[in-house]
């Protein structure tokens, strides 16, 4: 698969391959559109890799099954669209409270409910952030092209496993079904992390130790390699048994969220372009990146100080790219999404009164074309210049 | 002879949370001797659970234990099988959990055939959240969620995982001890899907709601109503009513799933896949 | 208590809810209720059965062969 020569790729084939690149050995799942293609290309690419796979009987289980494959030492992925997603939330909770390493992929499709099956939109931001229920901080990574979909994928795995936590990969259907000739990067380019293992013998391992630094994150013994050691979604003490004590309740919840902001800077930032002297900004990110960043190019065309500022990390929220947007005091920032507004919202929190915060939005399917964001550049440049 | 409990149990963590009575602590018990019987390494066996009072025996277990959503410990043990074929996997579940919540699970784990021991603590109740009927409760019991009595059907869990294939199954009772031990043994021993359905007895949610108000009536109503495997193919409908049998109900052994995905490897790396 | 039988019941009262069981099931009245929890009464009398053992729901009593000590 990796060299040189340029192969067409679809998104969602490009997501396996990025996957059994970083390691991926179990896959488990449940046929569901956009998504579906991943489930198929997993079943026929893993037992040629020595990995597995398995259809489950719903989407519940199949993000059990990952969870249990990676308590086992696996790279365990799952992949579905948003009803299977909602289905999922309640172990994605287990996953993020039991710190077990796994990588989700969510390819949006309209809803809510079964929606439109075939047809793109970015409608699962919110499920994504908070789908889970309590206190918890997610990752989620949302690509924007076919190489991009590889790539995140590997890097997905590498955040999973070092921070011990699952990693929503947020594609949608624009870009999970989009074919493109790409060059996948040789393997020796790539940077693959594995899981750290314990260096305690069995009777001082804590699977759950708190250093107090949240740079410090226990390493995950595999079931089976004489750690005997207990796993539960009960809240738990530093040896991973329940604990009714509040102290010792608000501690570890604060701790599996810190160990996530403490490493935000560490995950993939923004993709920044024409931002220096920009006065109007587009935040976009996923599919619809795309058509913002050929009118961010229009624009330029056109003269007009238009920039792209697309988040590449969706959750936990990027502030950095627009508190330096905000500086330079812009005439607007346009926020285009294929839902009725969600990323738009911690993109008003940040901006607050500086400038108009304008959601450019699209249901039914429609992609949300570049003229459409053109013409939204314009406005807001005419409005800007005319107050 | 007696069970050397300190390797077996977490005994630092006893006395457990179940009610005094409890059945569960029969069932763990019976649980542990089949593992020492059977000579599974301690360290090669992982115990997994959903959620309800039979749910928290892995936490007193010393292996490696999972304790997870409800319904759910099906599916995660079939990830950890999946992943590591090498590992012993035994589920413990109750009736609500395996039966309720996670009843497409059960039938599913039957019909792939993987190898996991299912134990299902089946105490007819659910007791966790305090005596709510369950699929399991018999008609006319009373629930906290039947106050004039079970008005649904229950279920016969081993007649339902035979429907779904299941080549492996036995049931005993918290009463029968000796006899449920070596259900479990058997189970442990088998290679495909094994399941195990374990009576056993809630006095305080079930008892004392239905005339049984000590822990012993309770087991003597177990007793009472199990019939050895052996007779109950001669019993008539009118006979049966009331009852249930006990011992191997099915034992047709079947190649066991991990297994049969070995040669699906065999086979990918021989073809390149079709796709 | 010098004993005949060969086997020796030992009772974890930390562990014991008292739920009376073991004594229930004993068939050789070997242990009594000291007014729930179980003292035994007359070890010389145990055939090592185990049924009291296996029946405690809370591992908290144990038949042991004297030799096993």
Same mark, same amino acid.
């Given at each position: 698969? =990796? ?31 956009? #998504? ?22 719903? *989407? ?9 494959? !990676? ?14 997603? #909602? ?15 796994? %990588? ?8 809510? #409910?079964?929606?439109?099956?075939? !047809? ?23 690509? !924007? ?17 070092? @921070? ?5 990969? @947020? ?29 305690? /013998? ?65 995950? /993939? ?46 959750? /936990? ?19 285009? *999404? ?33 003229? *459409? ?15 | 002879?007696? @069970?050397? @409990? ?81 590992? =012993? ?28 021991? %299912? ?24 629930? !906290? ?26 049931? #005993? ?22 399941? %195990? ?12 709601? =239905? ?65 | ?69």
């Amino acid at each position: 698969m =990796n060299g040189s020569k340029p192969k067409l790729l679809q998104g969602n084939e490009a997501c396996v391959e990025g996957a059994i690149a970083a390691g991926l050995k179990f896959f488990a799942g449940y046929p569901i559109t956009p #998504s579906t293609e991943i489930a198929e290309l997993c079943a026929a690419r893993l037992p040629q890799v020595g990995g597995k796979f398995l259809q489950m009987e719903d *989407e519940i289980a199949s993000m059990a099954a990952i969870c249990g494959a !990676s308590l086992a030492g696996r790279k365990s992925m799952t992949a579905t669209s948003g009803p299977g997603f #909602s289905l999922k939330q309640e172990n994605i909770g287990f996953a993020v409270e039991a710190e077990i390493p796994c %990588v989700v992929v969510d390819v949006q499709r309209v809803g809510p #409910s079964t929606g439109m099956p075939t !047809s793109a939109a970015q409608g699962d931001v919110m499920q994504a952030r908070w789908g889970t229920h309590g206190d918890h901080e997610i990752v989620v990574l949302s690509p !924007s092209s076919v190489l991009e979909a590889y790539t995140l994928t590997v890097t997905a795995f590498n955040i999973a496993e070092e @921070l011990r936590t699952p990693v929503i990969l @947020l594609m949608d259907e624009m870009v999970g079904h989009l074919r493109e000739k790409v060059v996948l990067p040789e393997k020796s380019e790539l940077v693959v992390r594995d899981r750290a293992k314990p260096d305690l /013998p069995p009777g001082q391992y804590k699977p759950y130790a708190d250093y107090g630094d949240p740079a410090k994150i226990a390493p995950l013994a595999a079931f089976g390699e004489g750690y005997k050691y207990h796993v539960t979604g009960l809240t738990h003490g530093e040896d991973g048994f329940p604990t009714n004590n509040p102290q010792a309740g608000a501690t570890q919840i604060k701790r599996i969220n810190d160990k996530i902001t403490y490493r935000k800077k560490d995950l /993939p930032q923004a993709e920044e372009l024409f931002t220096d002297d920009a006065e109007v900004f587009v935040f976009s990110f996923g599919g619809t990146a795309r058509s913002a960043k050929k009118a961010v190019r229009d624009a330029r065309a056109a003269g007009l100080k238009a920039g792209l500022i697309r988040p590449v990390t969706i959750w /936990p929220f990027l502030e950095e790219p627009l508190l330096k947007a905000k500086a330079k005091k812009p005439k607007a920032v346009i926020v285009p *999404e294929m839902n009725l507004g969600q990323i738009v919202r911690p993109v008003k929190r940040v901006i607050g009164d500086t400038c108009p915060v304008v959601g450019l939005n699209k249901l039914g399917g429609q992609y949300i074309e570049p003229d *459409e964001i053109l013409e939204a550049v314009k406005e807001a440049i005419l409005r800007g210049s005319a107050s | 002879m007696a @069970l050397p @409990l300190e390797k077996y149990l977490r005994v630092g963590k006893l006395p457990h949370i179940w009610c005094p009575g409890c059945g569960h602590g029969i069932v763990t018990q019976a649980i542990i001797r089949a593992i020492d019987e059977t000579g599974l390494d301690t360290e090669e066996t992982v115990i997994v659970s959903g959620i309800g009072c039979s749910s928290r025996a892995p936490g007193y277990m010393n292996f490696d234990t999972l304790h997870t959503t409800h319904g759910r410990a099906i599916p995660f043990a079939t990830g950890i099988k999946m992943a590591n074929p090498e590992l =012993n996997v035994i589920v413990i579940t109750g009736d609500g959990d395996a039966a309720a919540i996670g009843g497409n699970h059960l039938i599913h784990a039957a019909r792939r055939n993987i190898g996991l021991t %299912v134990v299902c603590f089946n105490n007819n109740i659910y007791g966790m959240t305090s005596g709510q009927y369950s699929p399991l409760t018999p008609r006319g019991s009373y629930a !906290s969620t039947a106050p004039y009595g079970m008005f649904e059907r229950p279920f016969d869990l081993c007649e339902l995982v035979k429907g779904a294939g299941g080549s492996f199954i036995a049931r #005993s009772t918290a009463y029968h001890t000796r006899h449920l031990t070596n259900m479990i043994k058997e189970a442990l021993k088998y290679e495909g899907f094994s399941f %195990v359905d374990a009576l056993s007895q809630c006095p305080t949610y079930y008892g004392r709601r =239905n005339r049984l108000r000590t822990p012993l009536d309770m087991l003597n109503w177990l007793r009472d109503r199990a019939v050895p495997a052996s007779s109950w193919d001669k019993m008539t409908p009118e006979e049966k009513d009331g009852k249930f049998p006990i011992g191997i109900l099915v034992n047709q052994p079947s190649t066991e799933l991990t297994k049969v995905y070995g040669e699906v490897m065999v086979k990918a790396a021989a073809e390149g896949g079709r796709g | 208590m010098v004993s005949d039988s060969p086997y020796e019941i030992a009772v974890n009262e930390k562990w014991c809810k008292k739920c009376g069981l073991c004594i229930a099931f004993c068939p050789k009245d070997v242990l009594e209720s000291d007014g729930g929890g179980p003292i035994v009464k007359a070890p010389s009398q145990c055939i090592g059965c185990l049924l009291c053992e296996m029946h405690c729901p809370d591992f908290a009593i144990t038949v042991k062969r004297r030799a096993e000590k």
